[in-house]
């Protein structure tokens, strides 16, 4: 069984897989409290399910493109059980998780969207760097930040583990803390061989959720 906050259909708002149109499945959960966490509602509560249930909910969206999210999805063990079922059906499907679990048994066909957590999330001093020995180029790294001092920080994991060497990195900023045109110009004044995103979905609905 695994607790579920909701399950929807949307378009996908960050990755490479922008602008996807995707099934989300929120578990619930998560051992983190990043200080510009925007999923709060997502760390209790939520609805029993099985994975068969699961999986008849997202089949019924008839759409290829499943995201496992949360909360943080692995800290629930069953996620593992939930992924290998998804990928058994046919889905293409991606993890978000927060980077500070074991993604070593994670299912190999999963993207694994990995967050790097900065100083000002409150939560660096918990960031897993054995994953990083684990990634391939079908998953990817997120650094979101909230100010110069995380972006000094992101810049120097980056050159330190030659982050870009192992899969896309990307650079987003925090809404409401770092100007995304600031984080912007950064990148294009140090060269750096990362991806700028937004949250597109904030952008285009204005809201919390990416509904």
Known sequence: MLRVTEIFHSLQGESTRVGLPTVFVRLTGCPLRCVWCDTEYAFAGGEAMTVADILARVAAFDCPTVCVT??????????????????????????????????????????????????????????????????????????????????????????????????????????GSLAPAQLAEWILRDRLPVRFQLQMHKLLWGSERAR
Request: charged letters at 25%; one cysteine or more; proline letters at 6%.
């Open 70 to 175: 949360g909360g943080e999805p692995l800290a629930q063990k069953a996620c593992l059980d939930l992924l290998a079922a998804l990928c058994d059906a046919g889905f293409s499907v991606s993890l978000e998780t927060g980077g500070t679990l074991d993604i070593a048994a994670v299912d190999p066909r999963v993207s694994r969207i990995v967050d790097l957590k900065a100083p000002d999330s409150g939560e660096c001093a918990k960031v897993r760097w054995e994953n990083l020995a684990l990634l391939t180029p079908r998953d990817e790294l997120k650094l979101v930040l909230a100010s110069e001092n995380d972006y000094a920080w992101a810049c120097e994991q980056l050159r330190a583990h030659r982050l870009d060497a192992l899969c896309p990195v990307l650079f987003s900023p925090v809404q």
